[in-house]
């Protein structure tokens, strides 16, 4: 309970004068005691919007703005949104009143990367998000002050100490820092087709850190040594895809790495790699069990990473430096194989690189639709603008 002065003194006025006389001092003192107490159980203005405690009450605040940046909508990118959402809420934040998650894309086109980065920051997000290189280095570029929290497969080296503690305005969870989640799956290919002679390396020319390799990049050495010629074909946006493997086809390629890159891409290379009847491997799990391609290795809880690195965004949200949030870097990966594919397409694979597998898809076998199936309503955390 909380009263005013001006409250006290209409009550006072209606009281008869022998009354006042006679007591108001009296109430006066007894009054403003109330007062005074009253105010100290009340919460103060301006009261605190993290919640103490996971599954603390949160009082009712301004939502704060977690702001998402991608290349463009794709089931991998909103069910990450729905983990990062249902990490928040598991640690006492409230989507009511306390949290929004924004989400803005580029319409896959990587042109645009910098005026939209730019503009979420004009903005004054609380907390920024990426989950693939060129997103965090479009947000790095965009500020030097703004919280980045990563949830994927970056390169952060160059802002990180040796203990993987930031030294600018970003940090999270990745896969991308040790170097063998880019060279394994080349690996694990060559092991597949041990009579390959001729590799097809599949890039975004609309990504810059694939602009940035010469060539064949880090793959020229291993490639080298194993007798292979590799050829690289770029696209231009998911309309160039398809054209990208009728090069590979042309050029007569034994088999095909996509370099890792957006999961907007994953769906159409595996059709087109189907189409031209091309095996090939990417680097993340739903490749081949949500979009039917031969072979992957790398990410296997892609979304469940989104999970972790809501702890992150907890931390910054209660206004934990940087400095103290060291980059988890992941070594959760596995290879799968989808022999339905493998039957489709025509091709054999070793039965030593099917004993190692982590996971076989079984011809015939019912794999996961790329549709979203969400918890409660965690659907509604971050879906796409309708275009």
């Excluded at 292979?228 to 946006?237: C, D, I, K, L, Y």
Aim: aromatic letters at 4%; charged letters at 20%; hydrophobic letters at 45%.
């Amino acid at each position: 309970m909380s009263i005013s002065l001006e409250q006290y003194d209409e009550v006072t006025r209606t009281r008869a004068r022998a009354d006042r006389l006679v007591f108001g001092r009296l109430r006066l003192t007894i009054s403003v005691t109330a007062l005074i107490a009253a105010l100290a159980a009340s919460p103060p203005v301006a009261a605190q919007t993290a919640p103490s405690a996971p599954g603390a009450a949160i009082p009712a605040a301004a939502p704060r703005v977690i702001a998402y940046l991608t290349l463009g909508p794709s089931e991998s990118n909103r069910l990450c949104m729905n983990e990062v959402r249902a990490g928040l809420e598991a640690a006492g934040w409230s989507f009511d009143r306390q949290l929004r998650i924004e989400w803005n894309d580029v319409a896959n086109d990587p042109a645009r990367y910098a005026a939209v980065a730019q503009a979420m920051v004009a903005r004054r997000p609380a907390v920024l998000l990426a989950t693939n290189n060129p997103e965090s280095e479009a947000l790095m570029n965009a500020t030097q002050e703004v919280p980045i929290v990563v949830l994927g497969p970056t390169n952060l080296r160059h802002v990180l100490d040796a203990q993987l503690r930031p030294l600018a305005n970003v940090t999270g969870v990745t896969l991308g820092l040790s170097g063998q989640f880019l060279l394994k799956p080349m690996e694990v290919l060559l092991q597949a087709f041990p009579q390959a002679r001729r590799v097809g390396l599949v890039t975004n020319g609309g990504n810059p850190r694939h602009e940035a390799m010469k060539e064949l990049g880090p793959f020229a050495d291993m490639l080298g040594q194993a007798g292979v010629e590799g050829v690289r074909v770029r696209f231009s946006g998911e309309a160039g895809i398809a054209g990208a493997w009728d090069e590979l086809a042309r050029r007569q390629v034994d088999a095909v790495l996509i370099w890792p890159d957006s999961a907007v891409f994953h769906g159409e290379h595996a059709r087109q790699a189907l189409r031209v009847r091309l095996p090939a491997i990417a680097h993340t799990s739903w490749f081949t069990t949500r979009h039917g391609g031969l072979l992957s290795y790398g990410a296997i809880g892609r979304v469940s990473m989104c999970g972790r690195g809501a702890r992150y965004v907890d931390q910054v949200l209660r206004g934990r430096p940087l400095a103290e949030l060291p980059v988890e870097e992941l070594y959760e990966a596995a290879l799968v194989v989808n022999l339905d594919t493998a039957e489709r397409i025509g091709v054999t694979l070793p039965p030593a690189l099917l004993a190692r597998a982590d996971r076989l898809i079984r011809p015939g076998e019912r794999t996961l639709p790329p549709t979203a199936d969400a918890k409660g309503d965690a659907g509604a955390a971050a879906q796409p603008p309708s275009r």
